[in-house]
């Protein structure tokens, strides 16, 4: 069964301390991992899509790595700005364009 | 630029009752897709368009119905609610020919059945 786990569910920073979350998936057939920002309430914004392995994205404080099993995304010096929940979805190279995701890190940064 | 635009945002309905959701779509952007996202869980997908035909289903239940529009916007049809139908409602659009993936959400319905 294809899945998409997120890890970890939820993360407290320290304004500047900088970390990954992890995003691993099981599916049969990868088309392209996408990286959403979500705040309460509201729309997901796309952050990044990746498509190889080996490949990474960076945008401003934010970056995301590819392998054959998962992706990262690293933040580095966090701003309080930064708290969301970030979601990790992935398409399937079956010609399907839904979104699958994962359940989501919740992360807040504290000033 | 121009974005995903929802309508309405806020929605009320009795148990029984029907709701239409609309979603006015990126404007060249030639897909709709519909999610559902409930209390404090991921958004699930429901059903897609791609050229105004319907392209995928997802796990939306027979009681919703779904269309897009010779203009693309698209509207989200449901019949007989009940309260665990409450959620919010995620259009989100793309441009498909060209091999573009990536999905551009709106702001969402939030449908709440008493």
């Known amino acids: 069964e294809d899945q998409v786990t997120q890890s970890p569910e939820a993360l407290r920073l320290q304004e500047g301390e900088s970390s990954s979350l992890n995003c691993s998936y099981t599916?049969?057939?990868?088309?392209?991992l996408f990286w959403y920002r979500q705040d309460p309430g509201k729309g997901p914004e796309f952050l990044f899509t990746l498509y190889s392995a080996g490949e990474e994205k960076e945008k401003e404080r934010l970056k995301a790595t590819l392998t054959k099993k998962e992706s990262f995304l690293h933040i580095t010096a966090p701003k309080p700005e930064d708290s969301a929940t970030y979601l990790c979805a992935v398409t399937m190279d079956t010609g399907r364009r839904a979104l699958t995701f994962g359940s989501g890190t919740r992360l807040q940064v504290q000033p | 630029a121009a974005g995903v635009i929802q309508s309405p945002r806020h929605l009320i309905k009795e148990k029984r009752e029907t709701a239409t959701l609309k979603c006015y779509p990126i404007p060249r952007h030639d897909t709709v897709y519909w999610y559902q996202q409930g209390p404090g869980q991921d958004p699930q997908f429901l059903i897609s368009?791609?050229?105004?035909?319907?392209?995928d289903k997802g796990s939306i239940p027979d009681r919703f119905s779904a269309q897009q529009f010779s203009d693309y916007h698209s509207e989200l049809n449901m019949s007989s609610l009940e309260l665990g139908d409450s959620a919010l409602y995620f259009c989100?659009?793309?441009?498909?020919?060209?091999?573009?993936?990536?999905?551009?959400f709106g702001p969402g319905t939030r449908l709440t059945v008493l």
């Open positions: 599916v049969s057939g990868l088309r392209g």
């Open positions: 368009f791609y050229e105004k035909m319907q392209s």
């Open positions: 989100a659009s793309s441009l498909r020919t060209g091999g573009y993936d990536e999905q551009f």
